[in-house]
C-alpha cells in the first residue's frame, strides 16, 4: 500500500486561462476548481508540484513532428488553414482553435511526464489536468490535443521498468493509449468504458495483441456492479501482470449526472478503485479526464486527492468552498437535475443496487485465459 503522506498534486495555472471557446463540453471550470477546493481545505501545503512544460524534443517522442509544428504555428499565427484542419484535426467543433492550446496541451505532457518521474520514487502522483487519452500521433481527437497518457508510461519506460499498467476508468475507450502501446510487451492497458459511446472500439473480445483488456459495460452501471468488475476482473488482472508501476485515467464521467454518459456511479466507487488500483505497484500516477459536470467532477477529483494524500474528507464544506461551487454554470445539466448535496459536499450518496447478469458474462469472459 502506498504512503499518502508522499503523496503530490501537479498542478498549473495554465488551466486557469479560457480555453475550448464557448458551447464547448470542456469550456467550463475544471482544474482550477480542485485545485482551490483543495487549498480551502488545506491540503495542497507542501504538496504542490508545478508542472513543467513539454519540449519539442519530448513532444516529438510520440507525436509526429509534422503536427507538432502544425498546433505550435496555429497558436503562434492565431490562425488555423484548411490544410491543418483537414491533416490534423485542428480548429473543428471537436477540437477547437483557441488561444494558447499549444502551451496548455505541452503543459499536461509535461506535468504527466513529470509525475511519472516522481511516482518511481515510490509515491502516487495525482495530475489531474492530465487523462487526454485520444490523442493520436498525428491529430488531435476527442477533445484532446495530445496524448499525456502515453508520456505517463513512457516516464516509466525511461526509467528502466519493464510492466507498467494503464487502467482507464473513464466513460470513454482509453484508444489512443491502446493504441500506442499495442504492440509494447512492457506495457498491459485496461479500460472500462460504456458500450455504444464514441469512440466505439474497445470490444469485449478485444484484446490486441495479448495486452489489453477492454470491458464496455451497459449503461446505467450502479456501484455494486463496478464493485463486481473491480474487485472480480481488474485487480485480478492486475495481480497477474504484476505491475512495477500503473498509470490511471480517472475522467468524471462516469458519475451520475454527467451529461455526456449514461453511467451511474457515486463518486465513492471511483475513489475506491483508484485506491485498489494504487495499490498494485509502488508508484502510481493518477490522472483526470473526461467530466462534464463541473461540480460532480470538483467533487470527484478533489475527494480523490484528499483521499490519496490521507486527509479525513469533511462532512460539509466550509463556507468558502460552498461559495465556489454555488459559482459554478453549465448549460448541459439543467436546473431541475442538479442535486443541492453538489454545493454542501465533497462524497456522495452511495448508489449501490441488483448485479446484472450481463456484468458477471463480462467478467467470465476477461478473466479466461
Request: include cysteine.
Amino acid at each position: 500500500m502506498f504512503d499518502p503522506r508522499s503523496s503530490l498534486f501537479v498542478g498549473s495555472d495554465v488551466y486557469r486561462r479560457a480555453a475550448f471557446g464557448r458551447n464547448h463540453p470542456l469550456a467550463i471550470p475544471r482544474v482550477e476548481t480542485v485545485a482551490d477546493l483543495a487549498t480551502d481545505l488545506g491540503w495542497l501545503d507542501g504538496r504542490w508540484y508545478p508542472s513543467p512544460i513539454a519540449t519539442r524534443d519530448l513532444l516529438t517522442r510520440f507525436h509526429d513532428d509534422a503536427y507538432v509544428a502544425a498546433l505550435a504555428k496555429a497558436d503562434s499565427d492565431g490562425l488555423v488553414t484548411a490544410d491543418m484542419r483537414a491533416a490534423h484535426g485542428i480548429g473543428t467543433m471537436e477540437n477547437p482553435f483557441f488561444a494558447g492550446v499549444f502551451e496548455r496541451a505541452s503543459t499536461s505532457v509535461g506535468g504527466s511526464y513529470e509525475a511519472a518521474r516522481l511516482a518511481g520514487e515510490g509515491r502516487v502522483v495525482f495530475h489531474p489536468a492530465g487523462g487526454t487519452h485520444h490523442g493520436r500521433r498525428d491529430r488531435a481527437s476527442g477533445f484532446c490535443f495530445f496524448n499525456d497518457p502515453v508520456f505517463a508510461v513512457l516516464g516509466f519506460l525511461d526509467a528502466g521498468l519493464t510492466r507498467v499498467l494503464y487502467v482507464d476508468l473513464d466513460a470513454h475507450h482509453g484508444d489512443g493509449v491502446e493504441d500506442a502501446y499495442a504492440a509494447d510487451p512492457r506495457v498491459m492497458t485496461v479500460s472500462i468504458h460504456e458500450e455504444g459511446r464514441w469512440p466505439g472500439t474497445g470490444a469485449l473480445d478485444d484484446r490486441r495483441e495479448g495486452r489489453a483488456r477492454n470491458l464496455p459495460v451497459p449503461r446505467g452501471i450502479n456501484d455494486s456492479e463496478w464493485r463486481l468488475l473491480i474487485d472480480a476482473a481488474v485487480v485480478p488482472i492486475g495481480e497477474h501482470f504484476a505491475p512495477e508501476a500503473v498509470v490511471v485515467t480517472c475522467g468524471a464521467d462516469p458519475l451520475k449526472g454527467d451529461p455526456l454518459s449514461s453511467m451511474n456511479l457515486s463518486n465513492l466507487a471511483l475513489w475506491d478503485a483508484v485506491e485498489q488500483v494504487a495499490a498494485l505497484a509502488p508508484g502510481t500516477v493518477v490522472l483526470g479526464g473526461g467530466g462534464y459536470n463541473p461540480w460532480t467532477l470538483a467533487r470527484l477529483w478533489t475527494g480523490l486527492w484528499g483521499r490519496l494524500a490521507g486527509f479525513a474528507l469533511p462532512e460539509t464544506l466550509p463556507a468558502v468552498s460552498q461559495a465556489r461551487l454555488a459559482a459554478l454554470d453549465c448549460d448541459l445539466v439543467d436546473d431541475e437535475d442538479r442535486d443541492p448535496d453538489w454545493l454542501t459536499t465533497l462524497a456522495d450518496r452511495p448508489n449501490s443496487g441488483a448485479i446484472r447478469p450481463r456484468f458477471h458474462e463480462i467478467v467470465a469472459t476477461i478473466t479466461a485465459s
